[in-house]
């Protein structure tokens, strides 16, 4: 095996732990692979403006594939080095008629996340942890209304997400009615990124052409390339990828994808498969 060049991390549920933060040992390997010449980008669901840029730099991370995909950016300025979006018709006719369900919904534009403030009521009804209300909260730009604020700015919609509420039966609220509507545009691809949600982008972007394109433009050869991640969004990463290393908190469509499984993110998973991958060590 060629020796590893670039390592592509999925965030939440790979390098970040159950309690959202970054192990230390996770860290310091990082930074001695960085030092060694190791290029590491993070891959994730997330926009560019949701990172924890200071501390990604810190420990050597310079490239972001964010939006699963959709857009790849230069720690830590924000720079853009590669974008592939969705038609901006199709998106707004999308939104247009998730407005007549009750959802949540927002879009990521150009590295930042943009949602109408007729869904922020939705927003503590979803199903997920208290620390991502909060995140969500504090991250979102809130505009009235969201397809005529994309139609007259002309900007580019990396990525867009729907969550919805959890019913007593155990159900969730018109996510079947927002899987029919997906399903009516082959122009977007969609998948669960966590908590049961929806995230769409133009079809054919994924985390693994993110990670191709990063490869290329930094010269280095797919056969020198290594990802980790855990869920749905991360499969096509992995098959990229030359090592592929799923979690060990990974579901098992991602263990049956990687090539090898490590240990949790709870576990320090991630360090335990770069000193296995980039320093030899069993």
């Known amino acids: 095996m060629r020796q590893v060049k670039l390592i592509a991390l999925d965030m939440d549920g790979t390098l970040f732990n159950s309690q959202g933060e970054i192990?230390?040992?996770?860290?310091?390997?990082?930074?001695?692979?960085?030092?060694?010449?190791?290029?590491?980008?993070?891959?994730?669901?997330?926009?560019?403006?949701?990172?924890p840029i200071e501390m990604l730099?810190?420990?050597?991370?310079?490239?972001?594939?964010?939006?699963?995909?959709?857009?790849?950016?230069?720690?830590?300025?924000?720079?853009?080095?590669?974008?592939?979006?969705?038609?901006?018709?199709?998106?707004?006719?999308?939104?247009?008629?998730?407005?007549?369900?009750d959802v949540y919904y927002d879009v990521y534009i150009e590295g930042l996340v943009y949602c109408p403030r007729s869904v922020c009521h939705n927003i503590r009804k979803m199903d997920m942890p208290e620390?991502?209300?909060?995140?969500?909260e504090k991250t979102r730009i809130v505009v009235d209304d969201l397809p005529e604020y994309i139609k007259g700015t002309g900007k580019q919609v990396e990525k867009a997400t729907i969550n919805f509420a959890?019913?007593?039966?155990?159900?969730?609220?018109?996510?079947?009615?927002t899987t029919e509507i997906l399903e009516r545009y082959p122009q977007v691809q969609y998948l669960c990124g966590g908590f049961h949600n929806w995230e769409f982008t133009r079809a054919g972007v994924t985390k693994g052409t993110g990670l191709r394109f990063l490869a290329e433009r930094i010269g280095v050869d797919m056969d020198q390339t290594m990802a980790c991640g855990d869920s749905e969004n991360d499969l096509f990463m992995l098959k990229e990828a030359y090592v592929a290393v799923?979690?060990?908190?990974?579901t098992e469509q991602i263990k049956q994808t990687a090539n090898y499984v490590t240990l949790s993110n709870d576990e320090s998973g991630v360090a335990y498969a770069v000193e296995r991958f980039v320093f030899g060590k069993n």
């Not at 799923?246 to 990974?250: K, R, S």
């Open 166 to 177: 959890l019913l007593e039966d155990g159900t969730y609220l018109d996510r079947d009615r």
């Open 246 to 250: 799923a979690m060990e908190n990974a």
């Open 23 to 51: 192990s230390e040992k996770d860290k310091d390997t990082l930074k001695r692979a960085t030092e060694a010449g190791v290029a590491v980008a993070v891959a994730t669901g997330r926009a560019y403006s949701e990172l």
């Open 57 to 101: 730099y810190e420990i050597g991370v310079r490239y972001a594939i964010t939006g699963n995909g959709s857009g790849v950016y230069k720690l830590p300025n924000m720079e853009c080095v590669f974008s592939d979006c969705l038609d901006h018709e199709v998106v707004c006719t999308i939104i247009e008629e998730l407005k007549k369900l």
């Open 131 to 136: 620390s991502l209300y909060e995140h969500i």
